[in-house]
Each structure stands twice: as structure tokens, then as C-alpha cells.
């Protein structure tokens, strides 16, 4: 295999892969894989050096001080290469066929860990130094304002996040079939856990009682996908594949919804926290993550259930 045969290889698909990602997060992450292959590195420790360089960058965004400034060019840097190595680690995995579910739970959860620390260091950013529009000491007098504003956008980003994956999961199905996708049953995976013991499989079934309500949450807010996979389910069995039609069907319906799924990942979401954090007004993130983005997560879930129902009719009408 070439080269670029294996960095073909090592990406989800061109469908669901945004441009930025495409020109410069994969084809680094794809060099990172390549060495930590060489080095016998696993993708779940790769994983964790991003949690940790992640979380210091966002650390690091915290300091106003003219003196300090420079550091907010080390904390984007920081969790501008976090993020490489989190291409990185799929790409290797794939690459491998190193793939777990631990893998895939650490994977989410290291953005929300980079996400974190970026919030509470926008908060006491606001709080200590304040900002270019509102002042040094509006903020510190209304501090439970900037508390409620970092809480809801950090519950905006989780759910924004969570969706995005359902429908990139749920499309790369219809793409690539099960084993190209990672969609799970929340119903399987309580299953799995209510048969690991607490004392023997700790470690496996703590993250699996997370990893099953979320993935229960996703079911919950996709009524209409849910529909769709149990008659995909009846018709071709558990897990079965779709006709071949009855995918390129999807795809076409699906794809123009992938760029949606993008903006509401990482680049378009970090890009506006760097511009917010540059111009000093930090606290206009968690506005634009409350406000901008939950306008288009409705938009995107209303507009995929409309995807899903149209496909439901289709289905009905083939033999």
C-alpha cells in the first residue's frame, strides 16, 4: 500500500471530513499515526497526551495581563496540536485496526475535557480582568451572570456534540455499513453492563454507564431515526445493511446536513473562541454557543428527522 493509499485509509470518509480537517488536522494527524505506529504508541495513549495538552492550553487562556498575554498564543497552539493528535489517534486505530470502545469513549470525552478548562478559564478571565465592552468590574459584580452563561453553553456543547455524532454515525452506516461505523444501541449496551459485575469489571462498566445514557440520550432526541433503524432492523436483520439503493438513497438526502455536523464539532466552535479570546470579549463564546449554535442544532435535528421520515415512506414502497 502507498503512502497516500494508507492516509486514504486512516480517514472516516470524504463525506463526513471538513475542509479545514481535510488540509491540515488529518494530514498531520496522519504523520503523528505514522510515527507512533513506528514507535508502538496505542491510540488510547494518544488520546490522553491530547486530553492533557488540550486542558493546559485552555488554561492558558486565562491571562489578560499584558505581560502574560503571550501565553493565550501558547494555549491556542496547545490545543491546536491537541487537536492533530486527536485526528492522530483514529487515524491510527484505523490504520491498525486497533479499534475499542474505551477508544471511542475517550475519544469524545477528551474534547469535553479541553472544553472545561477553556470555560472556567474564560470565567475567571471575566471575573479577575474583565473585558473590552462591559468593563473591568461588571462581571465581578454580576458574577452568577457569567456562571449561568458558561453552564448553559457548556450543556449547548454537550448536546451540540452528542447530535452532530448520531447523525455523522448514522450517515457513515448508510456509507460504509456497520463495521465502517460507530452506532451503538443504547438497549445493547445496557445489556452489557447489567451483566458486568461492579467489583470484578469496574473499570469496564463505569464508562459503559455513561457511555449507555448517552447514547440513550441521542435515541431519545431521534424519534423518527429510531423508527427508521428498527424497520431497517426487521427488514434485514440486526445490523443488516440496506440495499444498496436504499443507501445511496440516504446518502443523498443525509450528505448536505454533514457540513451542519461539522460547524457544530470543533473548528468552527474553537475558531470563535479564539476570536472572542483575541478581542477580549470572552464571554461573547458562551453567547454564540448558546444562541448561534443551538439555532442550527434545531435546525439540523429538525431537518433530519424530516430525512428519516422521507426514508420510512421509501422504504415502504420497495420490496
Known amino acids: 500500500m502507498t503512502l497516500k493509499e494508507e492516509y ?27 510515527l507512533f505506529q513506528k514507535l508502538g504508541v496505542s491510540p488510547n495513549a494518544i488520546t490522553v497526551a491530547s486530553i492533557f495538552m488540550g486542558v493546559a492550553g485552555g488554561i492558558m487562556l486565562y491571562f489578560q495581563q499584558p505581560y502574560l498575554a503571550w501565553l ?10 491537541a487537536d492533530t493528535f486527536d485526528s492522530a489517534d483514529g487515524q491510527l486505530a484505523r490504520l491498525t485496526q486497533q479499534y475499542s470502545r474505551m477508544g471511542r469513549i475517550l475519544d469524545g470525552v477528551s474534547g469535553d475535557f479541553w472544553f472545561a478548562a477553556i470555560a472556567f478559564a474564560l470565567v475567571f478571565r471575566e471575573l479577575h480582568f474583565g473585558d473590552s465592552i462591559t468593563g473591568e468590574h461588571f462581571f465581578a459584580q454580576h458574577e452568577w451572570l457569567i456562571w449561568t452563561l458558561a453552564i448553559l ?11 452532530a455524532d448520531c447523525y455523522r454515525q448514522f450517515h457513515l452506516f448508510f456509507l460504509k455499513g456497520q463495521q465502517g461505523s460507530e452506532l ?27 457511555y449507555s445514557g448517552y447514547t440513550a440520550n441521542q435515541e431519545r ?34 450528505l448536505p446536513l454533514m457540513k451542519y455536523t461539522n460547524i457544530l464539532t470543533f473548528n468552527t466552535r474553537i475558531i470563535v473562541c ?18 448561534v449554535f443551538n439555532i442550527l442544532l434545531i435546525y439540523m435535528v429538525c431537518r433530519h428527522e424530516g430525512i428519516c421520515k422521507k426514508a420510512l415512506e421509501k422504504l415502504g414502497t420497495m420490496e
Not at 445493547?188 to 463505569?206: A, D, I, V
Open 8 to 34: 486514504q485509509a486512516s480517514l472516516k470518509s470524504t463525506d463526513t471530513e471538513e475542509w479545514f480537517d481535510l488540509h491540515f488536522h488529518r494530514p498531520l494527524g496522519f504523520l503523528w499515526a505514522k
Open 72 to 81: 493565550n498564543w501558547v494555549g491556542m497552539l496547545l490545543i491546536t496540536w
Open 153 to 163: 453553553s457548556g450543556i449547548s456543547h454537550a448536546l451540540q456534540a452528542a447530535m
Open 184 to 210: 451503538d444501541s443504547a438497549a445493547k449496551l445496557k445489556e452489557q453492563y447489567h451483566q458486568l459485575e461492579w467489583g470484578r469489571n469496574f473499570w469496564s462498566k463505569l464508562p459503559l454507564f455513561f
Open 221 to 254: 432526541l431521534t424519534p423518527k431515526m429510531q423508527r427508521l433503524r428498527a424497520a431497517l432492523n426487521e427488514r434485514y436483520g440486526e445490523d443488516g445493511v440496506p440495499s444498496q439503493e436504499f443507501r445511496d438513497y440516504f446518502r443523498q438526502l443525509s
Open 274 to 291: 479564539f476570536i472572542t479570546v483575541i478581542c477580549n470579549v470572552p464571554w461573547l463564546y458562551f453567547v454564540f454557543e448558546i444562541v
